[in-house]
Structure formats: C-alpha cells, structure tokens
C-alpha cells in the first residue's frame, strides 16, 4: 500500500529587499508526514523510526505544545477550539531529526475535511530563542492553486525584522511537488520572501539513506545557515530589533473574512 507520507528534496531561498539586499538558497529536503501513517512509519523502515533514535527519525514532542500526548490530537483540539474542526487527514511538511537532531523554523500542517478538501493551515514557527508560535488560518477556497492566507505578524522569529508586519503567504499543497512561499510586508511593501520548492520522492529504504548521504547535518546546515548568513546581515550594517514577549497565546487564529 502506498503512503501518503513522502520526502520532498529541493531549494530553501530568501530574499530580503531592504535596506540592504541579501539572498541566500540552500539544497534541502523536508518530510512530509501523514499523522495517521505514524504507526506504520514506526516499523516498515530500516533507516526511519518514530519517536526513537535513527539516521533519520520523527519525534512528536519537537511539534505542538512538546507534550508527549499525540500530535494530531493536539492539532485536532487547535482546530476545534477556532471552530475549525476538520476531522480528516492532518499531514505536516517538516525537517526530520537527523543522528537525532532538528530544528524546524517552519512546520506546515495542511488539515483536511473527511472528503479531503483543505480546511486549514496551521503555520508553526520557532526562533533560536527556543521560543514557538502558530498561525491556524481558515482555507477559504481550497481548489485555488496557489492557496492565498494572510495573517499579521505576532511573533519575533529574526532579530533583523521589526514586529510591525505582515505575512502572505501561497502555497502549492503537496502533490508530485510542494511549495510554501511567504513574504513578509511592513508599511513601505515586501521585505521579504521566503520560498521552499520540492520534488517528491517515494518513501522506501534507499530513498531514505540516500537522503541521509546527501544531508547528513541536515540540522547543523539550518541552525548553522541561520547563524553563518545573520553575521553576514550584520556585517552589512543591519540593525537589531528588541525582542519582545512571546504571545499571551500559543496559537493566532484567522477565519475567513478577518484577514
């Protein structure tokens, strides 16, 4: 039986405008997980395991509220708790732990009706301060390609972007390829674009080791990416934005018509 759940190997690129120009791209893959295949991702793979240590592995307590309680559920709750019950398939595009490390700047959770129609996208989002934040925003039309949300911006995730901002975001749900593009506006227009592009590729062994061959620091690359270009920002003169709270709340909800 073929499974939903896939890697998909492509290109990470930001491009920031002002005031000062600076673009980087970086080869990556991310994981796209179908929550209800983690039973069956736990055992059919040599070289995958879930919620255990292997070259590369998923770990629910790295998503959600960091509770061992299972993700989809917490995701399910989120979704209720906005009115935005989907009761169907929840499959999240994520960076796996790889030799048991990971960090995901953004995790997308496409949630789905019964009928398989897209409800909702939940954003997750984490900065190096060790800090998450979520978007849960309604799909309005959920045929349109590229889906189009909007949200304003309430959590600080880079010390180069002010808080008074928002967010556009376009997706293309995954398919035979995925892509997530956000750009990231302040009252003088964009300031930034970041943008995933992928190719699927079936889950089987070899796909699955020849994916760790390829990226076998998979988390130091981004951690490290993040670090390596943010000294470049600086060196270009960039000031610092002060830090503030983290929101009050988990989760930012936007229904249809509040954007």
Not at 72 to 80: M, T, Y
Not at 119 to 141: C, K, M, P, W
Not at 196 to 213: D, H, I, M, Y
Request: proline content about 7%; glycine content about 8%; charged content about 20%.
């Amino acid at each position: 039986m073929s499974l939903r759940s896939a890697i998909y190997s492509g290109l990470v690129t930001h491009a920031r405008t002002r005031p000062r120009r600076h673009d980087l791209a970086y080869r990556v893959y991310t994981m796209l997980i179908d929550l209800d295949e983690l039973p069956e991702l736990a055992t059919r793979f040599r070289w995958f395991s879930v919620d255990r240590f292997n070259l590369l592995s998923f770990n629910g307590r790295d998503h959600g509220d960091g509770s061992c309680a299972p993700l989809k559920a917490q995701i399910e709750a989120r979704l209720a708790d906005a009115g935005l019950a989907a009761g169907g398939a929840i499959r999240m595009l994520c960076y796996p732990r790889v030799l048991g490390a990971a960090f995901n700047p953004l995790t997308t959770y496409f949630c789905h009706r019964p009928d398989g129609g897209l409800a909702a996208v939940l954003y997750e989002v984490n900065n190096t301060f060790g800090q998450r934040h979520s978007y849960l925003i309604e799909v309005t039309d959920p045929e349109a390609r590229p889906i189009r949300q909007q949200c304003d911006k309430a959590f600080y995730v880079s010390p180069f972007m002010a808080m008074d901002m928002r967010y556009d975001f376009a997706l293309r749900p995954p398919g035979d390829s995925v892509s997530v593009t956000v750009r990231g506006s302040d009252a003088d227009g964009t300031l930034i674009t970041a943008n995933f592009t992928g190719a699927r590729r079936e889950l089987c062994n070899r796909s699955l080791l020849a994916t760790f061959l390829r990226h076998p620091l998979l988390a130091l690359k981004v951690v490290g990416g993040i670090h390596w270009e943010a000294l470049k920002i600086v060196a270009k003169g960039l000031r610092l934005h002060p830090r503030p709270p983290a929101p009050a709340e988990p989760v930012s909800v936007v229904r249809a018509g509040e954007a």
